[in-house]
């Protein structure tokens, strides 16, 4: 049934459907895409065709330069479980803290055997059907120009390249993030139900692709308080559906006995240390995205500030919700925020277009709007490519690693060694669970984490704490050590203890990986980031 009450918060001059509802278009827009409209359509096909190949490109030019980071090595790993494969079920267990959406679809070419480069193909296919969706949500909230140009935007953002570049859970939690907000603007629209129930059940595949989607309700709140006139009982239907999304999930974790897992992984989320400072946003991500960007949005909600309505209250909404979360939740994660990116691509394309609908005077000099808005366009487009091209480049020249944003140098080949050159049934120890995730993907055998806390409010509850070193290594439970520079710089504290026990049980070093580092007088020298020592009782 469509809602026939005015929207609160809709532009002057709003027209109202013969069905009672409210399409929100002022007669601005009208006129704007009655013109966008006699465009041949085919156009607009090959610009986004074009578009596509752009988003692309980034996303899988050299994409096996670099081995898997951590928790790329997890989600793999576990979809090769789900997937049957014997050699990685000792490892990684199927249930372990997240929801299991995209590993589930990734189990299914593992069937066929397990390939890095699959993963991150399918994590790929997710960010240019992404950058698709972010021209569906500009065409709908403005016009077909604006689309376009937010869509041109993702293509090239070295934040959503980066992301989408890895086996990461992020960049399928943007894409139904983003196709929630897709039916969010077609409701706002049309006034149609079906595109709000479709937009909780949108918001059902986001948590199961990660959990932490289900913060975007806070948006989704903040627009039907502030915009949606829905009823109750509409309110209440979508919620249904949005259960029944979801609920395969708890039901199986119930079913397979692994209830307990989850709600020690709570406990630890909720006690969980602070692992940056309260600024890494504001210097990380920004860069990320774009200063450009940034503030071609800006520019964007300054210029239709005196027709504020329904479209941007749901994209300030959808932007500020995670970041403020984030910013007030101890653990930030680099690849955290990407959902806000695409609301943010969709105001900088209105912003660049918005820019062509005037004219501006530049010391006495008459410049064109259209001049304007090119020029800023092609600003935009740059600085994005060169910024993209270089952050995938392969950084084999760093001895230090943030989580979420790339490969590790020197871990595959690692774990490929310790697969061929130590024996089944080896034992290692690493300075922390990452590398030992790493380890255990590449090389097969079972690894721990040093820095592993033996208190269970402060750990991941899918690791397993060694209480006792010593005496592992005294028994001849744990042969070989495995120290590395990027954990290491994390946790001086556990690095010279770790290099304290290959010190005092005879560690050999056995295998080593280097990257090398230009030197101020302008030489190269190879610094170790993986070390590999063999001890013995």
Same mark, same amino acid.
């Given at each position: 049934m469509v809602s026939r009450a005015p929207v609160r918060g809709g532009r002057a001059g709003d027209i109202v459907s013969s069905k009672g509802g409210s399409d929100l278009l002022s007669a601005s827009d009208v006129r704007s895409r009655e013109v966008t409209s006699k465009q041949p359509r085919w156009t607009t096909f090959l610009t986004l065709v074009a578009v596509g190949i752009v988003a692309a490109i980034p996303r899988v030019w050299n994409l096996m330069a670099l081995g898997f980071n951590s928790d790329e090595a997890v989600y793999a790993g576990q979809a090769a479980s789900i997937a049957g494969d014997p050699t990685y079920l000792p490892y990684f267990p199927i249930f372990r803290a997240h929801p299991l959406l995209f590993q589930t679809m990734l189990s299914i070419p593992y069937q066929w055997g397990v390939s890095p480069l699959v993963g991150r193909l399918l994590s790929a296919a997710f960010g240019v059907a992404t950058v698709w969706l972010v021209y569906l949500i500009g065409k709908t909230l403005y016009q077909r120009q604006v689309g376009l140009v937010a869509a041109l935007i993702v293509a090239l953002m070295p934040y959503h390249v980066v992301v989408t570049r890895q086996v990461l859970l992020d960049g399928p939690l943007t894409f139904f993030s983003a196709l929630s907000l897709f039916f969010l603007a077609k409701f706002g629209q049309t006034r149609a139900l079906p595109w709000f129930y479709a937009a909780f059940g949108a918001m059902g595949l986001t948590v199961l692709a990660k959990e932490t989607g289900i913060i975007m309700f806070g948006a989704i709140y903040i627009f039907i308080a502030l915009v949606g006139n829905v009823r109750?009982?509409?309110?209440f239907a979508a919620a249904v559906l949005f259960i029944l999304v979801i609920l395969p999930y708890p039901l199986s974790i119930k079913f397979s006995g692994h209830s307990s897992t989850g709600a020690q992984f709570l406990s630890w989320q909720l006690f969980r240390r602070a692992n940056h400072a309260w600024t890494f946003y504001f210097t990380e991500v920004p860069v990320a995205v774009g200063i450009l960007v940034l503030i071609a949005a800006a520019i964007g909600l300054y210029l239709v500030r005196k027709r504020w309505s329904w479209r941007e209250t749901l994209l300030v909404?959808? !932007? /500020?919700? %995670?970041? +403020? &979360? &984030?910013e007030l939740w101890p653990v930030k994660g680099f690849q955290y925020l990407l959902p806000l990116a695409m609301p943010l691509a969709v105001l900088a394309g209105l912003g660049v277009v918005e820019l062509s609908k005037r004219d501006y005077s530049v010391r006495g000099h008459r410049v064109s709007g259209e001049v304007a808005s090119w020029i800023a366009l092609a600003l935009v487009v740059t600085t994005l490519a060169l910024t993209t091209h270089s952050r995938i480049q392969p950084n084999r020249q760093s001895t230090e690693f943030l989580a979420g944003s790339g490969g590790l140098p020197g871990g595959k080949q690692a774990g490929e060694w310790v697969a061929a050159n130590t024996p089944v049934g080896s034992e290692l120890l690493a300075l922390g669970p990452s590398m030992a995730?790493? !380890?255990q993907f590449y090389g097969n055998r079972r /690894?721990?984490?040093?820095? +592993?806390? %033996?208190?269970?409010?402060?750990?991941? %509850? +899918?690791?397993d704490p060694i209480h006792n070193p010593d005496l592992w290594i005294r028994s001849n439970d744990l042969q070989y050590i495995v120290w590395d520079s990027f954990s290491a710089g994390r946790s001086p504290f556990f690095s010279e203890r770790l290099l304290r026990y290959a010190e005092r049980y005879n560690g050999r070093i056995v295998h080593s990986e280097f990257v090398e580092l230009p030197t101020s007088s302008g030489e190269v020298i190879q610094k170790p980031v993986i070390v590999i020592y063999e001890v013995r009782p």
């Open positions: 109750l009982r509409h309110i909404s959808w !932007i /500020a919700v %995670p970041f +403020v &979360f &984030f995730n790493i !380890i /690894a721990y984490g040093l820095s +592993v806390s %033996p208190n269970p409010l402060h750990r991941n %509850p +899918v690791y």
